[in-house]
């Protein structure tokens, strides 16, 4: 069986939920120094837990939220994301990699009347990152929150676990969120400040065998989002 992850008053949580960042409304240099005193951070949820024994989460799941609009994905958790914001008001710019999902998120939540955007972007590639954001800020001006989504799973020891299927699992999962929050911050502050939350895995915190780089990318994330 999965082992928990830690508990909320488990001294290994401190400094914010695993999948929650915040970001100063006014900062100097990078975030989390030079700001004094640095707010409280904004929740919008818990970490989410990738079930491996689903149906497996598709590289381009990526969500984005916006305060009153928000930038999700087309499929899986990010779609569930942009859904609950939607279903809260909020308008939603979806990104993920491939068209189809999008378009069909895209539809539900006008159907249901609401306002969404989509954006087709690999998350891996910075350049596409960047146009998406700013995508995003032409449509429904600077946004306040930012939710990572993207995530692949793979099982495999260190040993059996190619390099080609390394550099995959830790370019989606933590290069991914990395560059997405990288272009996202600016923004944030532009806004007045918000919130970044990236969805990890109980993995991120309590290692399973034969989960050699899975583990080892959302427990990047977990670090990069403290």
Same mark, same amino acid.
């Given at each position: 069986?999965?082992? &928990?992850?830690?508990?909320?008053?488990?001294?290994?949580?401190?400094?914010?939920?695993?999948?929650? =960042?915040? $970001?100063?409304?006014?900062?100097?240099?990078?975030?989390?120094?030079?700001?004094? &005193?640095?707010?409280?951070? @904004?929740?919008?949820?818990?970490?989410?837990? !990738?079930?491996?024994?689903?149906? @497996? &989460?598709?590289?381009?799941?990526?969500?984005?939220?916006?305060?009153?609009?928000?930038?999700?994905?087309?499929?899986?958790?990010?779609?569930?994301?942009?859904?609950? +914001?939607?279903?809260?008001?909020? /308008?939603?710019?979806?990104?993920?990699?491939?068209?189809? &999902?999008?378009?069909?998120?895209?539809?539900?939540?006008? /159907?249901?009347?609401?306002?969404?955007?989509?954006?087709?972007?690999?998350?891996?590639?910075?350049?596409?990152?960047?146009? @998406? $954001? /700013?995508?995003?800020?032409?449509? +429904?001006?600077? !946004?306040?929150?930012? $939710?990572?989504?993207?995530?692949?799973? !793979?099982?495999?020891?260190?040993?059996?676990?190619?390099?080609?299927?390394?550099?995959?699992?830790?370019?989606?999962?933590?290069?991914?969120? !990395?560059?997405?929050?990288?272009?996202?911050?600016?923004?944030?502050?532009?806004?007045?400040?918000?919130?970044?939350?990236?969805?990890?895995?109980?993995?991120?915190?309590?290692?399973?065998?034969?989960?050699?780089?899975?583990?080892?990318? /959302?427990?990047?994330?977990?670090?990069?989002? =403290?």
């Amino acid at each position: 069986r999965d082992r &928990p992850g830690p508990r909320r008053d488990d001294p290994r949580a401190a400094g914010g939920r695993p999948g929650e =960042q915040a $970001v100063p409304p006014r900062c100097g240099g990078d975030v989390g120094r030079g700001c004094d &005193p640095a707010p409280a951070p @904004a929740v919008v949820g818990d970490t989410a837990v !990738f079930g491996e024994r689903g149906p @497996a &989460p598709q590289a381009d799941d990526h969500a984005a939220g916006l305060e009153e609009r928000d930038l999700v994905a087309g499929a899986g958790i990010g779609r569930a994301c942009a859904l609950a +914001f939607a279903r809260e008001g909020a /308008k939603i710019a979806a990104l993920a990699r491939r068209s189809d &999902p999008l378009e069909s998120l895209v539809a539900e939540i006008t /159907k249901q009347g609401g306002e969404a955007l989509a954006v087709t972007a690999d998350v891996t590639n910075s350049e596409e990152i960047e146009l @998406a $954001v /700013k995508a995003a800020v032409d449509r +429904f001006g600077p !946004f306040h929150i930012l $939710v990572n989504s993207a995530g692949i799973p !793979f099982i495999g020891t260190a040993e059996s676990t190619s390099e080609t299927d390394w550099n995959r699992v830790l370019s989606v999962n933590l290069t991914g969120t !990395f560059l997405v929050s990288r272009a996202a911050i600016p923004v944030l502050r532009q806004a007045g400040g918000g919130s970044i939350v990236n969805l990890g895995s109980v993995y991120g915190l309590v290692a399973r065998c034969e989960r050699a780089a899975y583990a080892a990318s /959302k427990g990047g994330v977990t670090l990069l989002t =403290q």
